[in-house]
């Protein structure tokens, strides 16, 4: 029996023309907004509202970066601001007259790792394919 195997599972379907779901209620909702600031303002204050919410809206339609859309990187920033962040590193500045003495730790070698030469390689390569080929 055969089955059918859903391909392109990742690309949203456009539903009203060119535009997703998502991108259509962005898109009327940001008209909306748009429409309310200006019935509601005077046309030289609600321009001051009227600008951001539109480019958003344009953004968050239209704009794609790095074939992810824009809302991804504006969640994404916008858990960055909220989230608390974890410094693990500060470098201490040191006076001059506070000579403290650190215990910096020497870098330890491994003194019984074997090191393989040219010819060891080679010797163990050849024996590796001599064992390899009897086994056969």
């Given at each position: 029996?055969?089955?059918?195997?859903?391909?392109?599972?990742?690309?949203?379907?456009?539903?009203?023309?060119?535009?997703?779901?998502?991108?259509?209620?962005?898109?009327?909702?940001?008209?909306?907004?748009?429409?309310?600031?200006?019935?509601?303002?005077?046309?030289?204050?609600?321009?001051?509202?009227?600008?951001?919410?539109?480019?958003?809206?344009?953004c968050?339609?239209?704009?794609?970066?790095?074939?992810?859309?824009?809302?991804?990187?504006?969640?994404a920033?916008?858990?960055?601001?909220?989230?608390?962040?974890?410094?693990?590193?500060?470098?201490?500045?040191?006076?001059?007259?506070?000579?403290?003495?650190?215990?910096?730790?020497?870098?330890?070698?491994?003194?019984?790792?074997?090191?393989?030469?040219?010819?060891?390689?080679?010797?163990?390569?050849?024996?590796?394919?001599?064992?390899?080929?009897?086994?056969?």
């Amino acid at each position: 029996m055969r089955f059918q195997v859903p391909q392109f599972i990742d690309i949203e379907d456009k539903i009203f023309g060119p535009f997703t779901f998502l991108q259509f209620i962005f898109l009327v909702g940001g008209a909306g907004m748009v429409f309310v600031f200006y019935k509601l303002l005077p046309l030289w204050i609600g321009i001051f509202f009227i600008i951001p919410v539109a480019g958003l809206t344009v953004c968050l339609v239209f704009v794609k970066i790095n074939s992810k859309p824009f809302l991804y990187y504006l969640e994404a920033a916008f858990n960055y601001f909220i989230s608390s962040k974890l410094y693990i590193w500060k470098q201490r500045l040191v006076k001059k007259g506070d000579k403290q003495e650190e215990n910096i730790p020497t870098p330890t070698t491994i003194s019984n790792v074997p090191r393989l030469s040219d010819s060891k390689l080679k010797d163990l390569s050849w024996s590796l394919d001599v064992q390899d080929k009897q086994g056969n």
